[in-house]
């Protein structure tokens, strides 16, 4: 399994949204992605209000619960998960969906399927640590921190002091789809965030589309994340033979 660690870099993530395009597409999606080369992924539960989601990303959610996709279903799809896929994979959705499922039910679940952290974007830092760090830390579930251009240092050498995989930079405070545009703010962003040489890897994500974006973005973390870009190829009629050219598109 590849480790995502502080000495790792050019890493690709994928992220899709499970029960889309069809609700048994998960993981045929998931295998095929590793044997083209992601290095890791990130497998979305859909929710029927995605704040931070642009209209792509929410398309797909929208699809994926018509579909009939739950977390039930999910966990039971991904029972076969590590027969499959060997890469690092995270589940990333809303905290709504986990609460009613059951914070402890979902981190035993995810522990028993072989998910190596969860993103939760509305789930508050003091939350997780007040109430549920226990039980992710019990389970070896790692919880993942977004940082954003307007977090302050001392929040994200907190976030760097609990978390036990990676941090999760947004490229801008706009929502999911938003085209990368690497301009010296951003840049700014990036090395004043890459100058604080923390522990836990960066990874870069929102508005990562093609090669160009991508290795502007690895100039500066350990890895970046594609999101609606990939979303979109699963629309496409025979979108699982497309996967291998996509892949290398970006990584080249």
Same mark, same amino acid.
């Given at each position: ?103 402890? #039910? ?66 801008? #405070? ?6 990368? #545009? ?39 973390? #350990? ?30």
């Amino acid at each position: 399994m590849i480790q995502l660690n502080k000495q790792a870099n050019g890493l690709l993530s994928i992220y899709f949204t499970a029960g889309y395009p069809s609700l048994d597409s998960t993981l045929d999606i998931a295998e095929a992605l590793e044997k083209a080369g992601a290095d890791f992924l990130e497998i979305g539960f859909p929710y029927s209000d995605p704040v931070a989601d642009g209209p792509t990303i929410q398309h797909s959610s929208e699809v994926a619960l018509k579909n009939g996709m739950t977390l039930k279903v999910l966990f039971e799809q991904l029972k076969d998960l590590r027969k499959r896929v060997s890469i690092p994979v995270y589940l990333m959705g809303y905290v709504n969906p986990v609460i009613q499922f059951g914070v402890e #039910n979902f981190c035993k679940a995810c522990k028993e399927v072989g998910v190596n952290g969860t993103i939760i974007p509305d789930l508050p830092m003091y939350e997780y640590e007040e109430l549920y760090q226990g039980v992710f830390e019990e389970n070896n579930v790692s919880n993942v921190f977004l940082v954003t251009p307007q977090t302050s240092e001392d929040r994200i050498r907190k976030i760097d002091s609990l978390s036990t995989s990676i941090i999760y930079l947004l490229s801008s #405070n706009a929502t999911t789809g938003t085209k990368l #545009n690497v301009q010296e703010q951003s840049e700014t962003y990036f090395k004043r965030i890459k100058d604080m040489d923390l522990k836990n890897p960066i990874v870069i994500g929102f508005g990562i589309h093609n090669k160009d974006t991508f290795e502007k973005a690895t100039k500066y973390a #350990n890895a970046a994340i594609i999101g609606t870009a990939f979303v979109k190829l699963l629309s496409e009629e025979d979108y699982l033979k497309k996967i291998p050219e996509f892949i290398s598109s970006i990584k080249g």
